[in-house]
T-cell receptor, first 113, second 114 residues
Framework: DVKVTQSSRYLVKRTGEKVFLECVQD?????MFWYRQDPGLGLRLIYF?????MKEKGDIPEGYSVSREKKERFSLILESASTNQTSMYLC???WGGGHQPQHFGDGTRLSIL | DQQVKQNSPSLSVQEGRISILNCDYT??????FLWYKKYPAEGPTFLIS?????DKNEDGRFTVFLNKSAKHLSLHIVPSQPGDSAVYFC?????????????FGQGTELSVKP
């Protein structure tokens, strides 16, 4: 069974802090994704990566960056946290090539005060 | 520009009856569609998918229907059970999307009442 693990379930940070969210998958998936989920807006893609050291902007990349130094790990970085980045953050992974479902972690509920 | 839309934020159904969740899309390049189910405090879990070469796919109590001409898909759950109460997201992908990128709808919260 695919396991996608996000390092924290709940996180509280202050405005202006640099915040790191970590995600690890154990299925050797090529693709990894970061989303945020907000009420009424569904899941919006922030960044994704289809290979080590590769990254692509999603629909809402502003204020975020990512790092993928190893295949199994994909980090989301909030460079200078702001209150409008308070949200549920979800990491996902999938096989490369063709259409494949994405497998999600349980999410990190991030609050920026 | 919302390419995948779920126009009903919520749906309430009696246990044992049919639940029908709807999803519309605008991009004619989409050729693969998925439904995910999400419980509170958990990540979405993959439920069922359909390729654009089909118009129906079944898996137990869950059936997805695709109407390409109307750019519409629906998820039927029959019979509905209280454990089906969750938020349901539809998602779409185009083969040209690098990295398996999915576009998600806003979600529909299903409540199945005993």
């Amino acid at each position: 069974d695919v396991k996608v693990t996000q390092s924290s379930r709940y996180l509280v940070k202050r405005t202006g802090e640099k915040v790191f969210l970590e995600c690890v998958q154990d299925m050797d998936h090529e693709n990894m994704f970061w989303y945020r989920q907000d009420p009424g807006l569904g899941l919006r893609l922030i960044y994704f990566s289809y290979d080590v050291k590769m990254k692509e902007k999603g629909d809402i990349p502003e204020g975020y960056s990512v790092s993928r130094e190893k295949k199994e790990r994909f980090s989301l970085i909030l460079e200078s946290a702001s209150t409008n980045q308070t949200s549920m953050y979800l990491c996902a992974s999938s096989w490369g090539g063709g259409h494949q479902p994405q497998h999600f972690g349980d999410g990190t509920r991030l609050s920026i005060l | 520009d919302q390419q995948v839309k779920q126009n009903s934020p919520s749906l309430s159904v009696q246990e044992g009856r049919i639940s029908i969740l709807n999803c519309d899309y605008t991009n004619s390049m989409f050729d693969y569609f998925l439904w995910y189910k999400k419980y509170p405090a958990e990540g979405p879990t993959f439920l069922i998918s359909i390729s654009s070469i089909k118009d129906k796919n079944e898996d137990g109590r869950f059936t997805v229907f695709l109407n390409k001409s109307a750019k519409h898909l629906s998820l039927h759950i029959v019979p509905s059970q209280p454990g089906d109460s969750a938020v349901y997201f539809c998602a779409a992908s185009a083969r040209s999307n690098q990295g398996g990128k999915l576009i998600f709808g806003q979600g529909t919260e299903l409540s199945v009442k005993p």
